[in-house]
Antibody, heavy 116, light 105 residues
Framework: EVQLVESGGGLVQPGRSLKLSCVAS????????MTWIRQAPGKGLEWVASITNTGGSTYYPDSVKGRFTISRDNAKSTLYLQMNSLRSEDTATYYC?????????WGQGVMVTVSS | IQMTQSPSLLSASVGDRVTLSCKAG??????LAWYQQKLGEAPKLLIY???SLQTGIPSRFSGSGSGTDYTLTISSLQPEDVATYFCQQYNSWTTFGSGTKLEIK
């Protein structure tokens, strides 16, 4: 059974940093692209970052480029999202998802609240 | 690419045939997925490549369309289908529609 389990969320002040983790199981992690998607409270879905299966390439929308960094440790089957210079508009539930085009498995999500 | 879903809210009766619409700002070459999100849960993939049913999804769900206009159809609405439905294009990077909330009348 495919499982994606996120952790690392919480309350953080504007301008500070936070690092999310996602532990994957039930599939061969290093065969798949992985992606972070977020959802602000009561809002729609927004792509945040994607990484190739080897970790050799990463992709971001303009809204987070230069502030967020996606990475992975294939030996640990773990995906990361380093979030720097956080803003109030980054407040959202962050989902770890499998694949890079459409997303066939999602974690349960982790809440990040950016507030003073 | 902007994705526009309509209606934003849909009320229907159990057993009804329900149609949800998603319009892309430009041709997305059938690179379209549909997701179902129940309250308090993560989204679930229903349809990919516009009309391919994801494994394990009931056959009452189907997708169609081409170019800029796409449709998700539920052939016979069930109480467990109450959810918000999102479309997603992956022809050029990826963007999601704002969702259609489906409720039982």
């Amino acid at each position: 059974e495919v499982q994606l389990v996120e952790s690392g969320g919480g309350l953080v002040q504007p301008g500070r940093s936070l690092k999310l983790s996602c532990v994957a199981s039930g599939f061969t992690f290093n065969n798949y692209w992985m992606t972070w998607i977020r959802q602000a409270p009561g809002k729609g879905l927004e792509w945040v970052a994607s990484i190739t299966n080897t970790g050799g390439s990463t992709y971001y929308p303009d809204s987070v480029k230069g502030r967020f960094t996606i990475s992975r440790d294939n030996a640990k089957s773990t995906l990361y999202l380093q979030m720097n210079s956080l803003r109030s508009e980054d407040t959202a539930t962050y989902y770890c998802t499998r694949e890079g085009n459409y997303f066939d498995y999602w974690g349960q999500g982790v809440m990040v609240t950016v507030s003073s | 690419i902007q994705m526009t879903q309509s209606p934003s809210l849909l009320s229907a009766s159990v057993g009804d045939r329900v149609t949800l619409s998603c319009k892309a700002g430009q041709n997305i070459n059938n690179y379209l997925a549909w997701y179902q999100q129940k309250l308090g849960e993560a989204p679930k993939l229903l349809i990919y490549n516009a009309n391919s049913l994801q494994t394990g999804i009931p056959s009452r769900f189907s997708g169609s369309g081409s170019g800029t206009d796409y449709t998700l159809t539920i052939s016979s609405l069930q109480p467990e289908d109450v959810a918000t439905y999102f479309c997603q294009q992956y022809n050029s990077w990826t963007t999601f529609g704002s969702g259609t909330k489906l409720e039982i009348k």
